[in-house]
């Protein structure tokens, strides 16, 4: 069978995505919805790099409804955190459902539950109105922080405690619109906290998203997610790849959340971010990690490169859901619904 692909936004998840959808079977790309309006209307295989046939750009929602495609691949930078309309990424994917497109998104719903009963219920009425499929995946959360503990639970006798740490230094990622802009760094503390709001509400929704799907994996029930951030301002110009963090503003971050049950915390997942090694020292340091406590113990070490492209294997976990999102039976579907995903093919790629 032949999977015909409508890949939406041409940054660089989508473009990883579209350029494996065009060019290794079963999946045909049949179109690209780009979000800028510079590129509507460009051949496609200009945007992607990689032969597409005559197909051209769109902007269009309309055109993605009237094409034959079986599934869309939705990964535009978060409407959560970027422009106008913080539903619209919600909105889109609705209104691709009931229009009876299988959506596959990576800018969060890994786990709508929790989000509310008011979005899973549109997601679903969605689903039940256009006869499709939709499902939410990722790296982090996605994988590492959710469904490779969820794994190693396998192993388990007795569970007290899952603790998930992810540390990354930026000191040689060289994307200034990502550092700065996008995560914040680099601005004063005041700032980061008055204009960062809807980041830290998107993080907070991806995490919850990720802490949940884990209890209910293992037959947990949480009273509460709680979120703690804690800011390290450096005293000293700090030179980076991405450009000069300015002394007496943000250069390292320390989100944790952690998944609560009968007043003990349960599962918890700790991100750790730095501009620069030498910021807070005082942070926990070293290599990600997933520890298990309980019987037996269970520890995993994945090194900062574990994933030497983490935007591509983004790509990829979607690319790789498409055959899974397409045979399933309508409805949301999260990770806990559908069989294991796999890189089926990738040997042959």
Not at 310 to 327: D, K, Q, R, S
Request: charged share 20%; proline share 5%.
């Amino acid at each position: 069978m032949t999977y015909k692909v409508f890949q939406w936004a041409s940054g660089t998840v989508g473009s990883h995505a579209a350029r494996l959808v065009a060019g290794r079977a079963p999946y045909d790309l049949v179109g690209l919805h780009v979000t800028s309006a510079a590129k509507v209307g460009e051949r496609v295989e200009a945007l992607i790099g990689v032969p597409a046939g005559d197909l051209r750009a769109t902007g269009d929602i309309e055109a993605v409804i009237a094409s034959d495609a079986d599934v869309v691949i939705h990964a535009p930078l978060a409407s959560k955190v970027y422009g106008d309309d913080p539903d619209q990424d919600l909105n889109d994917i609705c209104r691709l459902l009931a229009a009876g497109k299988n959506v596959i998104t990576v800018v969060g719903y890994l786990y709508p539950q929790a989000h509310g009963e008011t979005v899973v219920e549109r997601l679903r009425d969605a689903c039940l109105a256009g006869g499709s499929t939709f499902h939410g995946t990722g790296l982090n959360p996605g994988w590492m922080g959710d469904l490779l503990p969820l794994t190693m639970t396998a192993l388990s006798g007795r569970i007290e405690r899952i603790h998930v740490l992810e540390i990354s230094n930026f000191q040689y990622y060289p994307s200034p619109e990502i550092m700065f802009e996008s995560m914040g760094f680099g601005s004063t503390e005041a700032t980061f906290r008055a204009q960062g709001q809807r980041r830290a509400d998107w993080l907070d929704g991806l995490f919850r998203e990720s802490i949940l799907l884990l209890a209910d994996g293992v037959g947990l029930h949480l009273d509460d997610v709680r979120r703690d951030m804690q800011l390290a301002v450096t005293p000293n110009a700090l030179d980076t790849a991405a450009g000069t963090v300015a002394a007496g503003t943000v250069a390292g971050q320390h989100w944790r959340w952690a998944g609560v049950a009968d007043g003990a915390e349960r599962i918890v997942h700790e991100t750790v971010w730095r501009m620069h090694e030498d910021v807070a020292p005082e942070w926990p340091v070293g290599a990600h990690s997933i520890r298990i406590d309980g019987a037996p113990c269970m520890h995993l070490n994945l090194d900062a490169d574990y994933v030497n492209d983490g935007l591509m294997a983004t790509a990829m976990h979607a690319v790789n859901a498409i055959a899974p999102v397409c045979v399933a039976p309508p409805g949301v579907k999260t990770p806990l619904d559908l069989p294991r995903i796999t890189g089926y093919g990738a040997f042959d790629g």
